[in-house]
């Protein structure tokens, strides 16, 4: 792995995140999928998802936890998701180098003039 690689985010990880944090004590697997394809309009895959999911808690970046069983699940438990400090910096990161690329570009993608 180059140096950097594993605090580096995608757009999608940085949209899981994103979502994870919004969503607060809310962030399951279904809610962060709701959640993305709502701001986003992106469809998103389930398999997609929950792969994401697990490599961003490979990264140390969320932390994931098994709700109680609840009847309107059928008995079944939620996978719950919350950020980590490390992922909430990966993704304050991410943000300040976005905005270092964008930085003297004019909306329409053209060198801004000085």
Not at 29 to 55: C, N, P, W
């Amino acid at each position: 792995m180059a140096a950097g690689t594993r605090d580096t985010l995608g757009e999608f990880e940085q949209l899981l995140l994103l979502a994870i944090v919004r969503l607060g004590d809310d962030a399951y697997g279904v809610t962060i999928r709701q959640e993305v394809e709502e701001r986003t309009g992106r469809e998103v895959a389930i398999g997609a998802l929950y792969t994401s999911l697990d490599r961003l808690e490979r990264k140390g970046f969320v932390r994931s936890t098994m709700s109680e069983p609840t009847d309107e699940r059928g008995g079944r438990s939620r996978r719950c998701f919350r950020i980590k400090p490390a992922g909430a910096n990966a993704l304050r990161q991410s943000r300040e180098r976005l905005a270092r690329m964008w930085e003297g570009l004019a909306p329409d993608l053209k060198k801004a003039r000085s």
